[in-house]
């Protein structure tokens, strides 16, 4: 396999003629190459200033002081390469899209929130706009904005005995959220009887969905619904489960699912945070 012979290029920036070896590359696809990192700056100025405006106007007395920031630096590089969630954000920054990683840790005995903004070339973390630690769960609540990409919780989601169910256990919660799923279904969907049918489709449902969907009830519980499209020899249809996490564990059991061709159906359990486990592969800085 052959290297690609390194074109003649310039400075996004200032023009100026750039060397292979000099080359800082944050996005090759629109040029976004730079001579150095003073280039480099210039280019991301603006959006650089509106993300630290926002992060001291928004930034409490009481959080963790600026001259302490050195001592969690070492945070930065284990959110890029294991984030707790990532948001994309394009609406922030005008034709600007950014990704807010968020993850939790512990230095001397501490525990922190670390929050980078950065740009994602493919799905590589390729600039940081801002970083910061912080103990304020408001400001990083701030951060939390757009769509929701990746979510360790979710990802690491385990169901315990998907082949059963706490419906067929009798379980209270299950079959209350089960009769009112029946009051709203349509007389032309899926009998009740036929469900028998379709638990084939539950497994494949809960390891490959279209959409996850995450949400707390009135009592408190937390609710993760997978959904996911078939389209097989007997017709379309659409097949979803209900599942309850576990606060002790973790862990998440079914409660029942069911099959449906009734697209309003399906939308009511388009409840709470959609949630997506594929998180992009992180780079190492």
Not at 78 to 102: F, K, M
Not at 166 to 189: C, I, T, V
Request: glycine share 4%; proline share 3%.
């Amino acid at each position: 396999m052959t290297q690609r012979r390194w074109l003649a290029t310039k400075c996004f920036q200032c023009g100026k003629e750039v060397e292979e070896k000099d080359a800082i590359i944050i996005d090759e696809e629109k040029d976004h190459i730079f001579c150095s990192e003073d280039c480099l700056y210039q280019h991301f100025s603006k959006e650089i200033t509106a993300m630290e405006k926002e992060f001291q106007d928004n930034r409490q007395p009481s959080d963790i002081q600026q001259t302490e920031f050195g001592k969690f630096e070492g945070c930065l590089e284990e959110l890029l390469e294991a984030p707790d969630e990532i948001w994309e954000d394009s609406d922030t920054l005008p034709d600007t899209v950014v990704y807010n990683y968020i993850g939790q840790f512990v230095i001397d005995e501490q525990s922190v929130y670390y929050v980078a903004v950065v740009h994602l070339t493919g799905d590589m973390p390729t600039f940081v706009f801002l970083h910061f630690p912080t103990n304020d769960s408001k400001l990083v609540e701030r951060f939390r904005r757009g769509r929701l990409i990746f979510d360790k919780s979710q990802a690491e989601i385990e169901i315990e005995g998907a082949e059963e169910d706490a419906l067929s256990d009798g379980d209270e919660l299950a079959q209350g959220l089960f009769k009112a799923m029946l009051a709203l279904r349509s007389p032309a969907d899926f009998p009740e009887e036929e469900f028998g049918e379709f638990l084939r489709y539950r497994q494949e449902t809960i390891e490959d969905a279209d959409e996850m969907w995450r949400s707390t009830d009135l009592q408190g519980n937390t609710l993760v619904t997978f959904i996911k499209e078939f389209a097989v020899d007997e017709g379309d249809f659409t097949y979803v489960v209900i599942t309850i996490q576990d606060v002790v564990s973790g862990s998440h059991f079914v409660l029942f699912s069911f099959p449906t061709k009734d697209a309003n159906l399906v939308d009511r359990y388009r409840q709470g945070q959609s949630l997506d486990t594929q998180a992009p592969k992180q780079a190492s800085h």
